[in-house]
């Protein structure tokens, strides 16, 4: 599998230094099971990569070793700067109101007023002081992102957060996602089922199955996308059929 | 105990999920005193015609009359202070060991193979047999009393504690990680929150049993207290004090369930919120 060096076309601002993660031969194994076999990978700084895999295809385990969450895979793995993670689930701490789960673990010298600047970014300013199990699903995902960003991580990871969410909502977050995206300039890491999804956000897809990184695209078109773009239906149509799908319905 | 809750048939919830389920009463809250005002008037009638013998069961005006006189007497707050400060010490001392053993056991490993499987084996001891034990080795005076008590209240603080901390969700602790919390940061933000509605649960427990052992306690032996009252008052066929002295106990028991209730709506209003809407 080619490593390859993060094009210069959809990063003007960060093409300058390295890339802020490398997987090089990560192998993780759970018993007898390989789950990621030696698998490389370069995250270029402010890139959108989304990763699309089959249930156990290992997506989720890649994404635990580089939040730092798994100390048993082997190989290379080395991420430089902050990282922070955004889970499928938003994992807010219940007893804490939502600014003070924004601002947990926070070592800045004013954590109230950038917990106040994340959650106006996310939209969720008059919830700052609501407990988390009141919050709506949409809600408390902003709040999950707003506890990520507000660290200003190198590299944010993104354990499909959208998935259980609603169509609708699942719209505005995304574009909540591109939006800060575009500000912040963190390299992401998008972990999803959904390829419409994946092409909609991210500059290059990759493909997991069997632990390795099966295939992966470019995604050129420019923002904002619509599903509709033929660039984007040739895609998918590709990225389906690396999955095992036949693209029923797509012309 | 049903006696003193006929002061409150109607319970004060703050929260408006209340309210709905409260006005089913309005009107008729009156017609649930009516049972128990009957057996009492039964009682009283039965005492004053001959037909319950006093040295059976004094009548319900001897009772409230003496219990008037045991507190104009001393002799009743006196009592009550002696037993009280009995409780509270027992339940101090066994609140610390009890939480303390859990964190021990809870925080890692190694505690819990060094702890849990004694604390295991004593839970299985019926903790009144060691009235005896606890009279050899500790004399009659207030130690076995206090010693009973802490025992008492031990174990379900441990069992909920221990619980509580090994109950706490592993994916917040992922996010701790994530997050950059050290482990004290870990244990203070996520462990020991994480573990406190079940602990509260745990304190609930312990109080009532802790009101239990003392009875217990003060029935074997006693120069003071409420127990003491109590078997005093049995020499004599003095029923009326003896029911005097059974009702305040379960004014205490009711008391200090009360206090708990209010340390649970304070501490867990995260909670409640959720659960009121």
Redesign the interface.
Known sequence: MATRVPGPLTRPAAAATGPVATADGLTRRFGERTVLDRLDLEIGRGEFIALLGRSGSGKSTLLRAL???DSEAEGGLSVTGS???A?Q?P?L?????VHANIT????VPDPKEKADAALAEVGLTERAGA????LSGGEAQRASLA?ALV?EPDLLLLDEPFSALDALTRITIHQLVLQLWSVHRPAVLLVTHDVDEALLLADRVLVLDRGRIAHESDVPAPRPRHRDHPDLTSLRTTLLAALGVSPEGTT | MSVLELDTPVRAEPHPGARTRRRRLPGKAWQRWISPLVLVLAWQIASTTGLLPTRLLAAPSTIAATAVDLVQAGTLPTAIAVSLQRVLIGFAAGAIAGVGLALVAGLSRKGENAVDPIMQMLRALPFFGLIPLFILWFGIGEAPKVLLVALAVSFPLYLNTFAGIRGVDGKLAEVARTVGLGRTQLIRHIVLPGALPQTLVGLRQSLGVAWLALIVAEQVNANAGLGYMINDAREFLRTDVIVVGLLVYSALGLLTDALVRLLERRALTWRREFLAR
Do not use: M, N
């Open positions: 939040a730092g969450l990282v922070a993670v889970f689930e994992r701490v219940p007893w804490k109101r947990l673990g926070l070592a407990w988390p199990l009141t506890r660290r």
